[in-house]
């Protein structure tokens, strides 16, 4: 009979790797006192901050305390999903996941797993927040390059790949969104309310829509749901995700981030700090549903090997290595897309990111230089010592908090569009003549906003910029920025000079959204790029654009330019990728993961406060196809060197895509064409390749809202593979 604090004579059970793991976790269970339980539900603040004063660099996104006395590490989670996040030098900055998943390769989805982990285990951490896999409903979502598609199908099979290679490494892997996540307009809401937006669905759209790819890989990776046989975790989502203490308690919350005092300065409690402990007290949460919680940290930590092979670096570490930049090229150089070097790209990118920002993307990742004073007339500014403009006007010193507006005249020099930010960590708006120009909230994590308008030169124009302390993300910067771009006349008549004599013009345009700031100026690209095109264009038809983009966008100038190259964000390495792609030593061989509309006005909006997800399945190229919209280019699109008559190249071999989709019969009321898989094929010049794709059972059901549970559904047949919708 062995007993429960040891497996043999020399070591407890719960670090014996041959032990069983659940009989492992609950031998660690034992051994834990009651304030320890509830230590371990939400983020411990003291530890995290230890951890960065230790590492003289920056912090985790959170900490769970581990026990020393008992031989176990900390819980230490880290932001992704492009590498290694939270401000951290010395990674690697990989391709975007929306470029990733234009390869349709689990391969490399696998090993980008496996990389991913590997810096995250040099830097200290051993939970990988990763990856994203909500789907991706409009293009106006500043996360949308964060996405892996707008397909579930295509969705869940790369999460699936990637969660399998980040837990090959000895570590935990963190899927994110859970589930109905589609926007940052008001995600967060407004302190002290904090009114967030409200994300309706019918049952069937989040079972065949939002929730595949998150039970996907819950079944096949156990990376959240009891129905789905989930044994895990599931943590809220740091500081505005959770909204109680009993409901989410008792309802599977597991985890609350980031815990304690960080909370506080939104007026926020700590749901799981002594409220938890009031609710066991007074039966509303039984004790053993704590326990439980714990349970479903520890046992993940302890199947995949995390407790017994702890990450051994730190923040300060080296964790960039020469095998990781080569593959951070190969994801590039095999997922560039063409679809059909003036402007703003530069070819420097930068070793240190958080989120998607890249040095290439200023200055539309950045704020517009602040606005002179010479464009300025007439601003008086009136102060309030709270947040919300009310009261006596503050006439004395600077208070501690305060709000305020701005009000005076702005002075355009020229006539032609205008380009305004605001950046800072506050509630601020900006309205000129009465319109509503740019929005900037907390939820912006301090990155700038921005709008356009168009003005007239000499012609004065009403300036109104109220803005509040309010509740911040960061307590770097409480003042806010204006700044101004006005189109650049003497850039364009620099570009349109060489363009006139160049053989061909390369133009690198892009846009720098990221999280916290939807598209406030549609599908264009920002700062006058689309305006430069066509005049550049004009030149000459001989013109390629290189698209850096976080995803579709309009293309007004597209009848005037001989090709696109598409390249998203597309990570550090995009120098060399871009030039061996360029001068054909490889052939583009990605697939478009979204829908390129041709208006604004097809695309599905970003709503302000309350979105009713009333297209039903009907999203992405399923709503194209159910109301027969023509699109700019189709999901699935893409054009590979080889398939043109280009005697110049000297290609060994070229890559591609096979794409199958299934119909269902009319009365099962799906969208026209579902895809159901897809197989990356390369093959050699002038050569034929027999590709073979397998589908599920599981993949020919659809939900049945009348019996609340899946029907199998015969396929009538199945239609187009490759280049649908050509």
Known sequence: MVSALSWSDTEPLWLSKSAPPEDRVQAFMDQLNTSQIYAMVQGDTVVRLAVMIMALVSMPASVISGVDALGIASVCMGDGPVGVSNSMNDVTTFPAPIMVSSGSNTTSEYIFGQMLADEQRMKGRNDVLSPTINILRSPLWARAAEKLSEDPHLTARLAVAQVRGIQSRHALACPKHFAAYNQDTKRFGVGPEYDAVDAVADERSMQELYLPSFKATVQEAKAASNDWGFTGFIVADWYFAQRSTVASANNGMDISMPGGSLVDSFGLPAYYGDMLKDAVNNGSVEFSRVKDMVERLWRPMFELGAVDYPPEGNAAAMARTQEHQDFAQELAEHKYLKIAMFGRGATNATHEHAGLWYAEA??????????????????????????????????????????????GKFLPNTTGLYYFSLNGQRDAVLLLNGQHVVTMTKQNFGNPVSGVIELEAGKPIDLYLKDSMSFSLSTSNFGVTLGVEVANVARNEQALSLARWADLRIIVVNDGWTEGADSNIGLQLPSGQDELITKIASTSSKTLIRLGNNSAILMSWIGKVEGILEIWYPGQQVVLALERTLFGDISPGGKLPSTFSKTLEEAIQIIDLEVNFDGGLNVGYKRFGRYRIETLFPFGFGLAYTSFNLSSLRLETSHDVVQLYVSYPKEANEPPKLLKGFQKAELDVGKTLQVSIGVQKDDLRMWDEMTGDWRLIKARDILETNYVYL
Do not use: C, R
């Not at 200023?362 to 300025?376: K, N, V, W």
């Open 362 to 407: 200023h200055p539309g990742t950045g704020p517009y230089p602040t606005a002179p004073s010479s464009m300025l007339k007439d601003l008086k500014a009136i102060y309030w010592n709270n947040t919300n403009w009310s009261g006596n006007i503050n006439q004395t010193a600077w208070p501690d908090i305060f709000s305020s507006v701005y009000e």
